[in-house]
């Protein structure tokens, strides 16, 4: 039989990898599947100057080693394999990797991130591998003394065409739109601009890859005039972002307009105990440092999650038993609390009693039902099964 898990979390990217620190910090069995390496899409960046705490020269893969040694040293298993097919709303949730083994959990965080989002355009699948990369930092050295084009204008397609210029001679950035209509920060639109190597083609869309064996141009378009010609080249990478990782999750998960999860503050999806983080999150923002607060976030509340599964078992191994929840601190609390225990034996009798802080039991309270309203409550269970809530 499959062992089970406290804490799953499906994907080894900062997000991921920040709730395998909690969750292994919080003493969960906690596992990570990653079937390539730690970092995601992070670790694929050549410079990442705007993580806290760490400066100038520091590069993707410096922080996802960093990433993942922490995780292991929280007691966080990292597992090479990819949830192929899930079973989120089975107790526990089931999970079935590439590789055939089926894994079990009590919680699941789905931190999958996003890949490559592709041109389209004939040539494209033809040559990728073969003169078409989506990775500067993983194929920038193949193009030395070469001329590459970059397709993209965002922050990720300057920052690696400025990266490519290390080994091509020349580097050709394509701009739909045009001169100057760029949507990445001023300060990296400063470094590509002083860039010697760096060529910029504007109002100018990518039609087609042409070549023989390998790449030798893209064909471009003037959206304006419709006049295409040919920009010859010895590699393409196309950088015009990313597509979140959702496809194996079907109508199971709610998803946005976009295809990303939605999530509440707490990462909490639409199925109880299931949670996503980082890029594949519906979110304002996307970088490494809101990646892993997401993660954070999700273990805590999947931690908080787990703890309330305890909680209810225990209760339903419990005859009769009233809770009352209460603000100990509160004027009169006493003669409140009191008054709630003495309405409830009133009208069901004799029973066990339990009082709990409101300020420290919300999360009961939300599972019960208590009007969040009511600071003062007193719910009575049969069994673990809600029989009254009574109210001052």
Sequence with gaps: ??????????????????????????????????????????????????????????????????????????????????????????KPKVITGISGTQYLAKAVIIAAGSRPRQLNIP??????????????????AFYKNKEVIVIGSGDSALIAAVFLTRFASKVKIVVSHAEGGLVANHRVIEQANANEKIVWL??????????????????LENPATGEQHTESCDGVFCLIGSRPMTEMFGDTIELSESGHIITDEKMQTNIAGVYAAGDIREKYLRQVVTAAADGVIAATAAENYLAMQSTLAELQSRDKL???????????????????????IAKYGEMAKERKSTSQQGELRAELGVDKNQPFAAVILQKGTLIDRIYP
Excluded at 41 to 51: K, P
Excluded at 123 to 133: A, C, H, I, L, P
Excluded at 203 to 217: A, F, L, R, Y
Excluded at 322 to 344: G, K, M, N
Aim: with cysteine; proline share 2%; hydrophobic share 40%.
């Design 1 to 90: 039989m499959s062992q089970i898990y406290d804490l799953l979390i499906l994907g080894g990217g900062p997000a991921g990898l920040a709730a395998a620190v909690y969750g292994g910090r919080a003493e969960l069995k906690t596992a990570v599947l990653e079937a390539e390496f730690s970092g995601g899409q992070a670790a694929r960046t050549h410079e990442l100057v705007n993580y806290p705490g760490f400066g100038l020269g520091t590069s993707g893969i410096d922080i996802a080693i960093k990433f993942e040694q922490h995780a292991r040293e929280f007691g966080a298993e990292i597992i090479n394999d990819r949830a192929e097919q899930v079973d989120l709303k089975a």
């Design 123 to 140: 040539g494209e699948e033809k040559f990728t591998g073969r003169g078409v990369s989506y990775c500067a930092t993983c194929d920038g």
């Design 202 to 219: 504007w109002q100018s869309v990518s039609k087609e890859i042409v070549g023989s064996d390998k790449v030798e141009g893209v064909v």
């Design 322 to 344: 009233l809770i009352t929840f209460w603000l100990p601190r509160a004027e009169d609390a006493e003669e409140i609390v009191s008054a709630l225990e003495e309405a409830a």
